[in-house]
């Protein structure tokens, strides 16, 4: 996973559009205007075709990919300001809401499950919120968004009558849900990597870890502003959010908070089976060593005994030398001595409780 | 113990009711009315029989498990949000307070010893405070508000004439109190594997220590916004609540500091206790090698020794080959040497005071 | 060190009286009026002989030990809340000021050395100011308040003619004051560790720091709410608490201060002894791999020489069958292998920087 | 890099220009003068030349390295406080913005690789701006500004009509702007590190990851008072910052937030892959341990069945002396024993995972 | 260097001026009443012979050392308040400023190297301000304030017209600079240890940083209350404080944050430090075990088959018994087995990447 994205050249002119790399797809856009009474939908070709909605009508405008000229087109067309024109096209902004004259401007990250890679991914979706129009902008076509079109379809009248600012909220909220399947499925991983930690310890799971961390790492970093910018949009004095809809508000920035605690609840989860795991390597090392310095400290012995009666000394030359090799009795003699040391140092061993 | 729950589906419309598993029991609601003077209790079958409370009476409806029917009838009945209502149904919400029109809505966690698994459980309650009731929403049947209902049946003035204030308050108290017994019998633990540790420590320690620090993490993702709570409801200007009742309010809140000043202790001694777990296989690992060391440092030489005169250089052939074996004090000369090899290794060590 | 107190059973009655353990001795109680003019001590053995301070008097009554009785009856006739009342009974609250109608209740920490077990211990101390009485509560009799005591025989006209808030401000500071040598006996405890740590670190030295993090650990808790608490009484708006006897609070407030950075500070070197001897630990277990290697790597070769010369091969049979055993100078020869091989690992030990 | 500069020598009157070396290259300051209209740049050789800009017209003095006496006379020539003097010629300030009557003072951190020793390196960047004229004083030459300078000569006319607060947020934008590619280089650095960690660790990775943490720090101590300064100026109620510009101050202090977010994100990936090496260390010493005690428990007790039939007791003393060593199938006997041996603890190992 | 002071005894009475030892010198004290014209300097032995200062002129009194009776007269003499008296007396008081009515009383440490020990060292350096008046409490005589005496002689008119506030922050500034040489000198002996620490890593770095951490700590828990007490002087509504000198305090200000962020900056670097040792350590060991294991693993098994053929199988009782050792390529075949023992494990080692 990319840990940030290249910003424009340093020095050009602030709202100046441009991006690194062109898009995969060619942008698609999709106007839906829709009243309490009626409900309509067409895919926009060119942006000359667009009129103001109708009276008592909103517009959603919903763009999947983009170009810097179909931006520009956008931002000409809806006048949006040049630094939110910026900051829809550089994607990997923070995110934030920004509020500019007679229209809010906000940033969310989408974090998804990468189809082909099957790694963490994000994408930057940007609103536009003005009185009778909202603009989303994606990075790439998905499906994001189909659950609020179908409730607008049905005609529920909550969404169909709550103005730009509620349809906003119907969006964040959908992205917002989307974290909790990550963050549900980080938990899981997060179990397994404890199981195996807690029977026999690979080093995989220490890779795992390291991942993990940095999945969270990204998460918590859009995040904590994610929630910082639900309460500065709740409590925005901007008439584009209305009373009830500050009502819907605070239910999500209920639910950040709560991916907020539990990002941050698994991150302590994480640096704890990290600990886990040196304890359990520091552990199998002491048995390890254990092993080893219970046979060593038995046999090296036990070697020096019969390494002492394999010496060459002439025993005729001398009655001390060695005159054990031609007692009667002098090899059992040997194997006792040996015995004892064995039994002497088991009895060590096991004094120490490593036996 | 599970570390969050499943939300809805992402994008469905809020206040959409549903839940992953359906209960084990049917639901139970019981009603009870009282005044100063009077004091009424039914089994409610079906919420057609209810009745507002009659003037002067405080109605308290006390659900013990739920279900999605139930709860949207409920919900009809006393006209509660739909946003409130989503959040009893789908359990596993934030600790909170959320004031609506006309009502206060409480979402507390209840923490408690699984009787079949022995291991620590959550269970939500929703409150729902209104001028003349209180509804009070629990996962399951148990006893925890019995203490409560026999201080209202007993007929002391302070809780029959509170109001559904007081009376909120006071269940409030009950959850908040049981969180004591829960952090004792972990503190107590605690100990036990301080105990352990100092006298001698063995893997399982590491696995208490870790399971502790999980438990405590659940309680205290709970416990500060528990505690962000109280203080947010204690000065709400809701006239639900009454200018005695926030000195109580202010009476828990202070438990319920205590209980976090408490786990956040708790956390320092489980990680103290690591640390010192740690720095205790280290000096085992320190005792092992030393043993090991001592033992092979003494006899390698010794070993080599007796090898040496074990070669069969042929002494016939040369006077340089080997004479000592020939010697008439070969083989005292060699347990000489071994034995100042012992006494200069022996004294090695003690200087460097691993003897 | 208990970590915390057995509160009351959960869901009784808020202001329910009732403690674990009957007191060992029977609760003393003493009243002082005094004025500028006049000092009058009695003890008292009935609160029914108790009639108000006369005009322009303060009245000190100090309580040393309780029974549930005893504090009731107090209660009931210094109007006291049942609140109040039930802190002063369940001893291990936390510090606190409370502001009721017409009093302030003060709940302080008093540590001290325990005479018996030499064990850092606590009382709880409660204050309770009104207009012109104060009632002191401690759990055991002891000479803490004597100073005070003899300031006011003494007849100094700060304090005599200062109030009860002046006189709760003297026995604070009384309390305060006793956490100056506790924290400097810790800090003389961790120097002495350290000087061990610098010299020749043992196991015992980390069970002590070990210890003396769990000591830092409840005077930290104990400390912070203590400043808390001495900032919102010196900002109180209460005229129990007059000009003057702010500024002396701020002093106070002030000495609360330097002691919360002293604990901190403390913990702080305690931490980075505990990483001290952790270093130190592995510093020993190199010394002593290095002093194994060292040795074992040179025998070993040394030994597998012996060892090939020892073989049994039958020289006649062939003229490849260990020519050298038969050589003139083989034996020197080998003793001359060996000494290359010791000359050349000892050169590598050296150019590695182990000797 | 340097931590911090030598300031002046302690008690010195403040306002006291001084400085340790002298610069390398003599000062240069060029003066652009331009308005909607017209644009006029000169290089500035005495400040005698100059006079004050005429009426609509804004002048950027922009000077490239400095000495005392330049800095002085600049400061009497444009009235700039003597507590912002002296800081600008004592580079290595605080990043900080102080407003003096009818003047801002703003200092930046300009970070760049330096081109001889590859290094991060800092200068000190100060801004003096005044309602009619920007001051721009930096340590050394270079095009820093170089695309500022050609926007305005491209005319564009929200550069060219915004004013010294437009110029100078321009100004700040670039130098802002120039953090990213210092950072995403040290990103870079990191993810190299991270795959040489999980492939094969060398102690070169250490180094590398304390070196990068100390560039961070550095870089730390910089953005978080940039963050705040930025924050400070948005918000000041100076009128030389006009509405429009806080506009496009919010912007840049997004940015600065977006450089903070992101070097707290780069430390904790150092941090973590420290715990990485350190876990892969010891795991390595794993492998090397269970490599050696594998080969030594395996080949000891060999060795010792070999010492024992290596013994010379004198079988023909006594039937007891190692009769073995005369049994017809004594030596496919003595190896059975020691396959055994070896069968045995391959088993013991292969049960403990070890194989 | 010491922790902290020991207070005065608990219970005192606030205001009891006690010392714990007595002062080495007598104390010494230098009047100097300046005004824009004039400037007189007196050394004054009583303070009987004080009279007010002249109209529109300072009096700043020196005082160098001092004893309780010398204290207290002095208080009686300028009427200090007796809680600002007991805080000159019993030094090691917290940094703080505290207004009184009519004065400021400030507390600031002083820190320097102490010449006999070359250890860092610490004075409480007090101020007292009132209108036209500024008393210096110094522990021990020193040039410290001489600067600023020069100045004042000087006759510089900022200094001497600026009043007292002016004065004090003169001497504030003075001790404020001086902290910078002390942190540059932690600074270069950090990074020599990290020098050494990237070379070869001893045991005293680990002391040496051990100790620069403790200093760090002392300089800490001085330099956040001396940030906090320059803000509140700053932001007082005391009329000792003219605007102009608030301008001056905040430079005053700005140089204590800076002092704060390197000494939070050099902590973070002695912390980076020590990880390094401790990884350093670890690689130590690492290297120390693989010489070890590769020398053991090699020559164990060679010895195995040097001590196999060290046997002493009678080969004439049974064709079984050893035949190798009658074979004519016997002895070579021994070797050919040993040099593929050897092959074979260098093959293995290489591929583990340990050679």
Do not use: C
């Not at 004259?101 to 994000?122: C, M, N, P, R, W």
């Not at 080093?203 to 999945?215: F, G, P, Q």
């Amino acid at each position: 996973m990319q840990l940030f994205w290249l910003r424009h050249t340093p020095g050009t002119a602030p709202g100046t559009l441009a991006i690194a790399e062109p898009p995969k797809e060619p942008p698609r856009s999709r106007l839906m205007e829709y009243g309490l009474e009626s409900l309509h939908e067409t895919e926009v070709a060119s942006f000359d075709e667009l009129s103001e909605p109708g009276p008592g009508l909103v517009g959603w405008l919903d763009v999947e990919g983009h170009d810097v000229e179909f931006i520009s087109e956008l931002g000409r067309r809806f006048s949006i300001h040049p630094l939110a024109l910026e900051d829809v096209i550089n994607v990997g902004q923070r995110v934030k809401s920004e509020e500019f004259e007679g229209s809010i401007f906000v940033v969310l990250d989408h974090f998804f499950i990468d189809g082909d890679s099957g790694a963490l991914a994000k994408e930057q979706i940007s609103l536009v919120i003005q009185s009778n129009l909202l603009l989303s902008v994606r990075e790439r076509r998905s499906d994001l968004f189909e659950p609020v079109r179908a409730r607008l379809k049905t005609g529920r009248p909550r969404i169909r009558g709550g103005g730009s600012g509620y349809l906003a909220y119907a969006l964040i909220d959908t992205v917002v849900d989307h974290l909790f399947p990550i963050l549900e499925s980080i938990g899981d991983r997060i179990l397994e990597v404890e199981d195996s930690l807690l029977d026999t310890p690979t080093r995989d799971d220490v890779s795992t870890l390291h991942h993990l961390k940095r999945e969270l790492l990204v998460l918590r970093k859009s995040m904590w502003p994610l929630r910082e910018m639900l309460n500065r949009l709740r409590q925005s004095d901007s008439e584009l959010v209305s009373e009830e809809t500050r009502l819907y508000l605070r239910d999500v920035l209920d639910h950040a908070i709560m991916a907020v605690d539990i990002v941050e609840t698994l991150r302590e989860m994480v640096s704890s089976l990290m600990d886990l795991y040196l304890s359990s390597i520091s552990n199998r090392m002491n048995e390890i060593m254990k092993v080893l310095t219970i046979i060593a400290t038995i046999f090296i012995p036990l070697s020096f005994v019969a390494g002492l009666y394999g010496m060459n000394f002439d025993a005729s030359v001398s009655p001390f030398n060695m005159p054990e090799l031609r007692w009667y009795w002098g090899y059992p003699f040997a194997l006792g001595v040996m015995a004892l040391i064995v039994i002497g140092l088991l009895g060590f061993f096991r004094r120490r409780g490593w036996l």
